[in-house]
């Protein structure tokens, strides 16, 4: 079975400060990760996905198969960066649908 | 390109009544996925559709059911709506191929009293 767990649902920091968005995942098998986003009265987009190995606006995201997590990762938050944030896993084949995990609301103070 | 698209925005309905929504997927995506988007269970997905063939379900009851058509367009249809229905319904289209981007509409906001 697919499951996406992110812990914690809400993260503040002030304008600066380093973001760590927390991502575990189960899956047997080779799982593409992915981390969606969702700005206030915006559609849900995608920010970045493992198998391409981006940094989107600054965030990164490493996949640690010993883990099975996906943590993602900013130096310096921005203001711009509040949101809401999803990680999602897809499986191949028959498994290709989108599992997400709850999201986690990022607030960046100023 | 045009984004995905779904109509109506915004839907209320009595419980017992069903309901169509509608999704128009980016031009030239073959697959659309349909998800529900509720505060308390997040982003479920309940099926996937490609060149017109279900190919991927989520764990929900039969009233929920969908189709694709040639043009992958796609409709999702609730039978006997309850209470707990109410959510923001989200399509995403995607090219249909392995590990591919999907790409999601606005959603459709559906109110069940």
């Excluded at chain 1, 949101?83 to 999201?103: E, P, Q, V």
């Excluded at chain 2, 839907?11 to 529900?36: E, M, N």
Aim: aromatic share 12%; charged share 20%; hydrophobic share 30%.
């Amino acid at each position: 079975a697919q499951r996406v767990t992110q812990p914690e649902k809400l993260l503040s920091v002030f304008k600066g400060a380093p973001v760590e968005l927390k991502c575990n995942y189960s899956y047997s098998g080779s799982p593409e990760l992915f981390w969606y986003v969702q700005y206030s009265r915006q559609r849900l987009q995608l920010l970045l996905r493992h198998i391409s190995r981006e940094s989107i606006k600054g965030f990164t995201a490493d996949l640690n198969k010993g883990e099975t997590s996906f943590h993602l990762k900013k130096p310096f938050a921005q203001e711009e960066d509040s949101a809401m944030y999803y990680c999602a896993l897809s499986g191949s084949g028959a498994n290709s649908k989108l599992t997400f995990g709850k999201g986690i609301t990022l607030s960046v103070r100023p | 390109k045009a984004g995905v698209t779904q109509t109506p925005r915004y839907l209320i309905k009595t419980r017992g009544q069903q309901v169509t929504l509608s999704c128009s997927p980016i031009s030239g995506h073959r697959s659309v996925s349909w998800y529900q988007q509720t505060p308390g269970q997040g982003l479920q997905f309940l099926f996937e559709y490609f060149s017109e063939t279900q190919r991927n379900k989520g764990n929900f009851p039969g009233r929920f059911s969908g189709r694709q058509f040639s043009n992958s367009r796609s409709e999702m249809n609730v039978s006997t709506l309850e209470l707990g229905d109410s959510a923001l319904y989200l399509c995403a289209s995607a090219t249909g191929g392995e590990y591919n981007e999907q790409f999601f509409g606005p959603g459709t906001r559906l109110t069940v009293l």
